[in-house]
C-alpha cells in the first residue's frame, strides 16, 4: 500500500487532487486505493477524518510535460481558485481563493503562501511567488477557505509548496531543455540522492522568454538546494538555499479595448515609451530542526532569513519609479502530541510565529524620455507580527471528531519618513490586535464517506502598498482598515467503489470592510474599505480512474460574490457583484498513461464573465481554453532516460485575457492572453 503525505491546513473540506500518475489503480479494485495522511504543516490525521479544505496536487501533474513558469499550470484543477497572469512577469501570477485575492492588481494578496515551511507572506500580507522553483516541487496543497487561526494575518487561502529533498533520489542527475513559441528556451539541471544520514537535492533553471505581446521579455535564474542530516531515529536538522535573479521583467501594460481590437499583441503606449518593468534579486536561507520523540510528542522548530533587492518603472510619468531592500526574517515552533481528554483520544497542538519585515524604499519622478527628475519619497517601512496559536481534535466516538482552534496575532505597521522636501513628516504607525477561532466536526457516515461542517473567522491588515495615501504624500491612509471574515461550510467527500473520488462543499463567508482597488488619474492604484461583501457558492472536486490507464479530473466552481453594503461619496454599489470574479468555472483534465513513460493529456479550462469595475459596466466575456500535452521515454541502460515532451497551449485560438486590472483608469483594463503557443522538450536522466 502507497503511503502519500499530503499537507495543510484545518477546518475546510478537503480533496486530494493526486496520487503518483504511475501508479495507476483499477477501478474494480477499491482496496487498493492509497491511504492518505494529512500532516504538515499544522495537526495531522487521515483525510478521512480531517474537515480540512485541502487539494493536493502531486509531483508527476506538477512536472509532467509542463513548463514549469507559474503555478496556474498546476492548480487549474483545484475548485474554488481564480488564476491570472500567466504570461506578465513583472505584474506576478495573480491567484483568489474563494474571492480573496482578487483585489490585487499585481502579485498576491489575501492568501497565505508557504514553501517548505518558510513563509512567503510577509508581516503587511502581501506575498511573492516568483522564486518558487516549480522544477523542484513534488506537490502543492491548497486550503480553499479563511485559516488565520493557523496562519494569522493575510490567510484567506494557503498555498503551501514542498520541494524535493533528496530522499527519493538515488543520487541521480538530470538535464533538462525546453523551447517554444515566442522565443521560449529554458534550460534546467538537478541533482540529488541520499549518503549515509545525509539528503540533498539542488536544482538550478535559466529561463529567457520574448513572449507574444511587445514589452514582454523575462530573464530569470532560479536556484533551490536543500540538504538535511538524519541525527537519530527521531532527530533531523535540515537547512535551504533559494536564490533568485530576475535582470528583466517587462511590463506590456494593459489595453483598451479599441487598442485590443487593432493588435492584441501591442504593448500600452506608455509601458513602451517607458520601459516598464522590474528587476529582482532575492536570496532566502532557511534551517529547520525536528524531534519527533520530543517528551512523547513531536517538535519542530524554524528560522529564516531573506534579502530583496527590487526596482520597478511603473506604466506612467510622473512619481512612477520605484526602489526598495528588503531585509525579511523570522521563525516558529511548535509541539505536537497525542494524550487522553476527559476520557477521549485527543491530539494537540501549540505553537507561535514571529516575523520582522524591513523595507528602505525610495520614489522617483521619471519624464517620458525615462530621466529621473526628481525624487518624492524616501521611507523606512518596517512591519512586525507575532502568533500564537492551539489546535486540538477530539473523537468524541469512532464516527464523530470534533476540531477546535484559537488565534491571538498582533502585526505593527511603522513608516519613518525620511522626505521633508515637502514640509511634511508623515511618520507613523499602526497596531492590530486579532483573535480568530474556529469550531468543526467530522461524522463518518461510512468508511469512506464524511460529512462535515465549520465556522471559522479570519483577518486581513492592508499591507503598505494598500496603505498609500490618495493624496500622494507619504504615511498611513487613515481611511484604510482592515477587513475581517466569518465563514461558514458543509460538506461531504468520499470514494466510491467504480474508482471515484468526490468532494463537495458549500460555503458562505461575509465579510467587513472588504479592500478594493481603484485606479487614480495620475495611474497609481490606491484602496478603499467596502461596508460589507458576501461569498458563497458551491464547489465540486472529481477525481476518476476510469481504466488503470485513464484518469479524469474535473473541478466545477458555482460562486456569488456580491457587495451587501458598499456606498463612496458619489455612488452606491450595494448588490452590485464584486469585480475580477467569475460565477462559474468548470476545469477538466483527462490523461492517458501508458507503459514505460508515455502520456497523454487534455485540459479543457471554462471561465465564466465577470466584470471588470465596481460599477459593473465593463463585462470580460467567458471563455474556453483548451490546452494538450504528450511525452514518452526510454530506457538507455540501467541508470540513464532520456524523456521528450511537446505541448500546444490555447489550441482553439480562444481570444480571452490573461488578466484583467480592476478598476484601471482610462480604460485600460485588458492584458491580452497570447492565442495558440508550442512548447517542447527533451530530459537526459542519469
Known sequence: MTLFLIGAGLFLPA????????????????????????TAPRLSRSLQDTPAAVSAVTRDQIQQGQQGLQLDESLVIVPGLFLQNHNNFAQGQRI?????????????RGIHVRVDGIP??????????DAIDLDSAERIEVIRGPASVLYGNAAGGVIDVSTEDGSQRRNTADIGLQGGSDGYRKLSASQGGEHGRWTHNISVSALDFEGQRDQSEVEKRLFNGRV????DDHRTLSALVNILDMPLAEDPGGLTLDEVEDDRDQAAPMSAMLDAGQEVEQQLVGLHYQDRDAGGGDFNLRAFASWRDFEQQLPFPGSSRIRYDRFYYGGGADYRRGLQLWGRPTTVMVGTEVGRQ???????????????????????????????????????????????GVRHDWVRLSIDDRFLADGVDNSGSRTFREWTGSLGALYRLAPDHSLYANV???????????????????????????QKAISRELGIRGYLSMGLEYDLSLFRIDVDDELLPFEAIDG????????????????????WYMTPSWRWHSALTLASYRFEDFETDSDDYSGLRMPGLPRHQWNNRLTWSGRGYRFASIEGLYSGDFYADNANTVEVDSSWVMNLRAGTGWQLGSDRTLKVHAGIRNLLEEEYYANVRINAN???YYEPAPGLTFHGGVELAF
Not at 512567503?120 to 511567488?129: C, E, R, S
Not at 538535511?228 to 541525527?231: D, M, P, T
Open 524 to 543: 497609481r492604484t490606491y484602496y478603499q474599505n467596502a461596508g460589507q461583501t458576501s461569498r458563497q457558492g458551491g464547489e465540486l472536486a472529481l477525481d
Open 120 to 129: 512567503y507572506t510577509l508581516p503587511d500580507g502581501q506575498a511573492q511567488v
Open 15 to 38: 480533496t486530494v487532487m493526486g496520487q503518483a500518475e504511475t501508479s495507476a489503480r483499477s477501478a474494480s479494485e477499491p482496496e487498493e486505493r492509497p491511504a492518505i495522511l494529512v
Open 666 to 668: 482610462g480604460g485600460r
Open 228 to 231: 538535511g542530516y538524519q541525527i
Open 456 to 482: 471559522a473567522t479570519a483577518f486581513e491588515t492592508p499591507t503598505f502598498t494598500e496603505f498609500a495615501r490618495p493624496d500622494g504624500q507619504g504615511g498611513f491612509n487613515s481611511d484604510v482598515e482592515p
Open 96 to 108: 483568489a481563493s474563494r474571492g480573496f485575492g482578487a483585489r490585487s492588481p499585481f502579485g498576491i
Open 358 to 404: 524591513e523595507d528602505d524604499r525610495s520614489r522617483f519622478a521619471v519624464n517620458t524620455d525615462r530621466e529621473i527628475t526628481a525624487r518624492t519619497g524616501d521611507e523606512q517601512q518596517d512591519a512586525t507580527s507575532t502568533g500564537v496559536f492551539a489546535l486540538a481534535d477530539m473523537n468524541v466516538h469512532d464516527r464523530l471528531t470534533l476540531s477546535t
